[in-house]
């Protein structure tokens, strides 16, 4: 009886893992792609404002991930980063091939 519990309670723990990672991957792809419209625009400075909102919250669902979902979490992070980098340098271009490499990644992982 204690092994059934403890199984369903383990069950239960990874699936409300799963579901709290996937606001915040939502959030992270809301301001990635804000990052995106404004570095468009040349706009280094808000790009850099909206690409750390949403290395927080890629942060945050990464470490609820798991498997795949988890490694692209990952890479969304290094190239959120990387766009970060980039805009703070005022490089808008290169920050936003960056964050679009980041959306790639968020959207890839927020389905598994």
Do not use: N, R, Y
């Amino acid at each position: 009886m204690k092994k059934l519990a403890l199984l369903s309670g383990s069950v239960l723990l990874l699936t409300a893992s799963a579901v709290f990672a996937e606001p915040h991957a939502d959030e992270a792809l809301k301001h990635a792609k804000e990052a995106v419209e404004h570095g468009k625009a040349g706009h280094s400075v808000i790009l850099v404002e909206h690409a750390e909102t949403a290395l927080e919250h890629a942060q945050k669902a990464m470490g609820a991930a798991t498997g795949d979902a988890k490694h692209h979490m990952h890479e969304a992070v290094e190239s959120l980063k990387q766009g970060i980098d980039h805009g703070k340098l005022e490089h808008a271009e290169m920050a936003t091939h960056a964050v679009e490499d980041a959306i790639t990644h968020l959207e890839a992982g927020d389905k598994k």
